[in-house]
């Protein structure tokens, strides 16, 4: 059985998700490939989703939603002359609700999901503006993300079982998914347009330009970083910046507070997100 798998992932937690269940579905025989939708283009896309004979899609949950980068994935995937089973999963800290059926308002037709399943990871919030509780502590950030592994080794159970298993499909967590979505989009336009650089800490090394899967970021006549309006919301160079340079809605990185969330250990966001030119 050929399987490929499609994630987008800001900080590292839904790929630490997509190479799990890669690795249980390969124990499980099953030839599987892995990709980062920033780091393929149409004709791979159209090519491996040809020769799948099920595909997978893993993005974290932004309020109850996809992140919009995910959401262009799916609706440009190619239309399938016959179905083929799909499993859906997503990362997320506390609750989504119907996180995984939200997907499939982008699928095309022909992508008929048999198993989805949301993770609990670690939260990936950082900013200063509410101050919900993160851990910077790799040691912590490790016992947290494998205590997951089990979970990713019974979902590709149920794959390679054929055992329909769907998390999120139910008109109550639907329900509770809009009660979170709902706000959420409509204040999408505004939450997204407020990632600035705090020109006192920025020293201008480009790394947030480099790494932004939005292409977002760029030095501006003066050498400044600015931003162009294609914010997705993943929080990865506001996570990332070397010297928290990076504010959210003007406010900068509390230093007390220490580094911000930077993922399970090895995820690297020049090398498995946007790969740097
Ligand atoms: C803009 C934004 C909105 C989020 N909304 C939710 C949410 O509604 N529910 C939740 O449990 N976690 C939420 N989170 C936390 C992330 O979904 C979670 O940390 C996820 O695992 C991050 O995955 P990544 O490291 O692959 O980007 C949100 C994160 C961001 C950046």
Redesign the pocket.
């Given at each position: 059985m050929k399987i490929s798998i499609w994630?987008?992932?800001?900080?590292?937690?839904?790929?630490?998700?997509a190479e799990e269940i890669a690795k249980a579905l390969r124990i499980r025989s099953a030839d599987t490939e892995i990709y980062s939708i920033e780091q393929c283009n149409a004709d791979q896309v159209e090519h491996s989703i040809a020769s799948s004979d099920v595909i997978g899609f893993g993005?974290?949950?932004?309020?109850?939603?996809l992140?919009l980068i995910m959401k262009e994935f799916l609706l440009s995937l190619p239309h399938r002359k016959s179905p083929v089973p799909v499993f859906l999963f997503?990362?997320?800290?506390?609750?989504?609700g119907d996180?995984t059926w939200a997907a499939t308002e982008f699928l095309p037709p022909g992508y008929e999901v048999g198993w989805s399943r949301h993770?609990?990871?670690?939260?990936?919030?950082c900013i200063s503006l509410i101050r919900l509780p993160f851990t910077n502590d790799s040691e912590k950030i490790q016992k947290k993300v494998e205590k997951r592994i089990p979970s990713f080794q019974r979902f590709a159970e149920h794959i390679i079982e054929n055992k329909p298993t769907r998390h999120g499909f139910t008109y109550g967590s639907t329900f509770l998914g809009l009660m979170?979505r709902s706000p959420?989009r409509r204040l999408y336009e505004r939450?997204r347009d407020d990632i600035a650089a705090d020109p006192s800490r920025c020293t201008r090394c480009g790394i947030c330009i480099e790494i932004c899967p939005a292409s977002n970021l760029t030095f501006d006549d003066t050498g400044s970083v600015n931003t162009r309006g294609t914010c997705i919301?993943?929080?990865?160079c506001y996570n990332f910046c070397p010297h928290q340079a990076i504010t959210y809605m003007g406010r900068p990185h509390i230093l007390s507070r220490g580094i911000p969330?930077r993922?399970p250990s090895g995820?690297n966001p020049a090398e498995h997100g946007r790969k740097i030119k």
């Open positions: 994630y987008f992932s800001g900080t590292g937690n839904t790929w630490y998700a993005y974290p949950i932004y309020g109850s939603d992140p997503c990362t997320q800290w506390i609750f989504s996180g993770f609990r990871m670690p939260n990936n919030i979170q959420f939450l919301l993943c929080v990865r969330y993922g995820y």
